[in-house]
């Protein structure tokens, strides 16, 4: 994975999870907004897993190809 591309969809994870956490502090449990958003969390999150395993595998590739 290019380096560009695992910074901007780290960008994008990290806003997603940033911008859904201040809204959840905000909106009312049990209201539809408060699920999207919370979905929007869980997005968020899996986005930023799958981008972190993808580098650590991509580093470790590249360790074994050198030695």
Do not use: N, Q
């Amino acid at each position: 994975m290019p380096p560009a591309v695992g910074r901007v969809a780290l960008g994008w994870a990290a806003f997603l999870v940033l911008a859904s956490v201040v809204l959840l502090l905000t909106l009312t449990p049990g209201t539809p907004e408060f699920v999207i958003t919370l979905f929007t969390l869980c997005i968020g999150l899996f986005l930023g897993l799958i981008v972190v395993a993808a580098v650590v595998l991509t580093r470790r590739r590249g360790k074994r190809e050198d030695v």
